[in-house]
């Protein structure tokens, strides 16, 4: 006490506290250490103690957002930068350890960061002392009743209250409008934040200060005082209902996080505990076992196993599908396709569980729960059609086949052209693709024709079969289905019926005189002659026995008869 101070100067003091006592305003020192394994003496002060200042007064006195600044600026960034490790990453255990820290930490950080918008966001009353002095006891209520201005102020005041209440159940009563890549967490984040603007309601409505005021406002028989008994019952149910939903969901928590953590090869180990706890909610819950609250949280799942294989796919938005190897994007769709089959299979196996059970199944559209997954589903399947087509037609440019590497280069260039785009190809919401798929698959099939066209004119080039055979060889080991080999076979074959002829009129006319070699005997002459004939036959036949479907067309049946 200083009796030179006046009396109305505001004096600053501090307080040591552990935080739990007091509130904690303007600035503010944490005093804190690692471990309390020992005791704290002079020797180990300087390396034991460690120090943290902020001041609330920048953060609206929300301590949570103080201590979240520190964590984002100075921990989190530490935590993300660190590379070196030891030896944790020399073993399959420690790099496991790693993920379950950083996971672990960074699941804590983002509670942190979403409890300071919370905070930010929750109901604030002003109050004017003045007013409240007038009417805070049955006496001077009479005397201010008397008085028409000052009731006029205390009225206008609720009614400043009663436009907030209002504001907020509005806002609550609205249709929710969300990002569309948002998971399930955001779902407890949004009740959570409900929760905590209907109890900081509640909590100033259940002050004595509040109390005046509505008393007052009931006794001088304000209009507004069945509006605000219409707005405390729907606040308290409102409450009532973000208290229950906010305890169940957060039983969904753990099962939720190994879709942030996982990528899509993990998942769907963790898929049927999931769902079993979304059925649990569904059939214990009070408010939210109702079609609209399972269908947002089914769809919220939908959406983070998007971003999970989005993120998987792209490697965490490193690389594009592009830049990597054809195989390992080939590889990663797979098991992203996979997933999605897996978890369709799932929702199917649960519902038939609820059915047996005698509960009553998920009743929400599939359409809307895997609608989303469905889409993304058939874009990750254009991917990998235009990878295996760039695949298949690669061996274009290695082919000793004359002529046929301007079909490969083609080919490599229709790849650069669609895999050169700047759009985000993952991104199943934007048509950019879409439309440059549709000119790719276009010029895809205008290259098949020339190739297979290419194809018929070198054939025509050859004059026998047997030269026929030799290219037609050459092609089928390009293994290309769009050059339709089997119907050049069937050309083949009809040239082949031609030179039996030939090779039948030859005999014909040659076997009573055939042309023998010198000095062999008249019927080894014969025989090697008959033999030459036939193996001209034979050979290009045992070639066209291998093409079942050529030997069964119509038109090889006379062929045949003539072999």
């Known amino acids: 006490y200083n009796p030179s101070v006046p009396p109305e100067t505001v004096t600053k003091r501090i307080y040591v506290s552990s935080g739990t006592d007091i509130a904690m305003t303007d600035q503010i020192v944490v005093v804190y250490r690692n471990s309390n394994a020992k005791d704290i003496d002079m020797k180990n002060l300087i390396d034991d103690i460690f120090f943290t200042q902020f001041d609330t007064r920048e953060m609206k006195n929300n301590v949570v957002g103080c201590f979240n600044r520190v964590m984002q600026k100075v921990c989190t960034t530490s935590v993300e930068g660190y590379k070196d490790w030891g030896d944790l990453l020399k073993t399959d255990s420690g790099a496991h350890a790693k993920q379950e820290f950083l996971g672990d930490y960074l699941s804590f ?13 929750i109901v604030n009353f002003s109050v004017n002392d003045e007013l409240t002095a007038a009417i805070d006891t049955p006496e001077k209520i009479a005397i201010t009743m008397r008085i028409p201005a000052l009731s006029g102020q205390i009225e206008a005041s609720a009614r400043v209250w009663i436009k907030q209440i209002e504001k907020v159940i509005t806002q609550y009563t609205q249709l929710r409008r969300e990002n569309e890549f948002v998971g399930p967490m955001i779902e407890m984040e949004y009740w959570r934040k409900q929760l905590a603007r209907f109890t900081s309601i509640l909590k100033f409505t259940n ?72 059925r649990m909610v569904c059939t214990t819950s009070r408010y939210y076992n109702n079609t609209a609250s399972v269908t947002a949280m089914l769809v919220k799942v939908s959406n983070q196993m998007i971003i999970r294989c989005r993120t998987y796919i792209n490697c965490d938005g490193r690389k594009t599908v592009w830049n990597q190897k054809k195989v390992d994007i080939l590889h990663k769709i797979k098991v992203c396709l996979d997933l999605y089959f897996k978890y369709y299979q799932c929702f199917k196996q649960i519902q038939k569980n609820m059915e047996a059970a005698g509960e009553q ?106 030269n026929v055979i030799r290219l037609l060889k050459r092609f089928e080991k390009l293994d290309l289905e769009c050059l339709h080999l089997d119907e050049r076979y069937l050309e083949a ?55 079942t479907k050529v030997m069964k067309h119509r038109k090889a049946q006379k062929c045949i008869q003539l072999y």
């Open 361 to 466: 199944p998920f009743d929400c559209s599939e359409t809307y729960v895997f609608g989303k997954f469905e889409t993304f589903k058939q874009r990750l399947e254009k991917i990998v059609d235009v990878l295996e087509i760039t695949i298949r037609y690669s061996i274009l440019q290695s082919s000793t086949i004359e002529g046929i590497d301007e079909f490969g280069d083609l080919f490599n260039n229709l790849y650069k052209t669609i895999s050169s785009k700047k759009y985000d190809t993952l991104n199943h919401r934007q048509e950019m693709f879409d439309n440059d798929y549709k000119e790719f698959k276009t010029a895809v099939a205008k290259a098949e024709w020339d190739l297979e066209e290419f194809v018929g004119n070198s054939l025509e080039k050859m004059v026998t079969v047997d």
């Open 493 to 547: 074959l009809e040239m082949f019926q031609d030179e039996i002829e030939e090779l039948r009129d030859h005999y014909n006319e040659e076997r009573q005189k055939p042309d023998l070699p010198r000095n062999i005997p008249p019927v080894c002459g014969r025989i090697m002659w008959i033999r030459q004939l036939y193996s001209r036959m034979e050979e290009p036949m045992d070639v066209f026995k291998e093409r």
């Open 109 to 121: 950080a983002n509670y942190i960061d979403k409890a300071t918008i919370t905070i930010d966001e």
């Open 207 to 278: 002050t004595l200060t509040c109390n005046h005021y509505v008393n007052f406002i009931r006794k001088i028989k304000s209009r507004f005082f069945k509006v605000w008994m219409l707005q405390d019952e729907q606040v308290t149910n409102s409450r009532n209902e973000c208290v229950d939903n906010v305890k169940f969901l957060y039983s969904l928590e753990k099962y939720c996080e190994p879709l942030y953590r996982c990528d899509p090869t993990k998942i769907p180990d963790h898929l049927p505990g999931l769902l079993n706890a979304i």
